[in-house]
């Protein structure tokens, strides 16, 4: 019910910033105040209490970390990828950063070369995407459906841990999409990057140094018992069931 109301949430606040400076104009004061508001969002409850906070031990997302290791005992073989994959699967991730460049660089070039980006228009973006992550957790992944395909869920993806550097790296955007930010802004801005660039590098680097602790075929925690959504949202259903 949690995520339920986190991805309605999110979508509430995307609309929200999408159409209220129609209905209301505002002057540089109330944007930054408003965009302090989401930015404030995005730190307290995604940064911290869905990534910190114990009672959420998203372990699919935590996996680089010792505690979230148990070594596993192979029963089924059928368990076991081929070789090639078995340190996750390298031509969907290729296929997703290469996808990835052409949108980034495309809503750069939207935001230099036009007017129509605005802080609220990315603002809005921002919470759309996290309520679409929430989806792809929670309901169906596309990226594992169109990209992904040799993946079967959040347990054994490669690619996991991307999610915050994916969503927040258009965040540098609003210092060019025309409304002047304030200190206190601008300083969220480089908190919330600084903690996602933080997340992706300590994931990049747990995989290379120890990544028995990224699959299901080697951690034990990753195994459908330790999964807490209901129904199963992977491919083959309960394939990580011991």
Request: hydrophobic share 50%; glycine share 4%.
């Amino acid at each position: 019910m949690i995520y339920l109301a986190e991805r309605s949430a999110y979508f509430l606040l995307s609309f929200f910033y999408l159409l209220f400076p129609f209905i209301l104009p505002m002057d540089n004061k109330t944007v930054n105040t408003f965009l302090t508001v989401a930015l404030g969002i995005i730190i307290l409850y995604h940064l911290i209490l869905t990534r910190l906070w114990p009672p959420l031990d998203l372990i699919y997302t935590k996996r680089m970390f010792r505690r979230f290791y148990t070594p596993a005992v192979l029963e089924k073989k059928e368990l076991l990828p081929p070789p090639a994959l078995r340190k996750g699967d390298r031509k969907g991730t290729l296929i997703v950063l290469a996808i990835y460049f052409i949108y980034i660089f495309t809503a750069a070039a939207i935001t230099y070369f036009t007017d129509i980006v605005t802080w609220n228009l990315l603002t809005a973006w921002i919470f759309f995407l996290m309520g679409l992550n929430n989806i792809f957790i929670y309901k169906i992944c596309l990226v594992r459906l169109l990209a992904m395909r040799n993946t079967n869920c959040c347990m054994d993806c490669r690619i996991n841990g991307w999610d915050d550097m994916l969503i927040f790296s258009v965040l540098p955007l609003l210092f060019a999409a025309g409304e002047p930010l304030n200190q206190v802004n601008t300083g969220l801005i480089v908190l919330i990057l600084a903690a996602s660039v933080l997340h992706l590098i300590l994931w990049e680097a747990g995989l290379v140094l120890f990544p028995e602790r990224f699959f299901p075929w080697t951690n034990a925690r990753l195994r459908c018992k330790s999964c807490k959504k209901r129904p199963c949202v992977g491919t083959v259903k309960g394939k990580f069931h011991d």
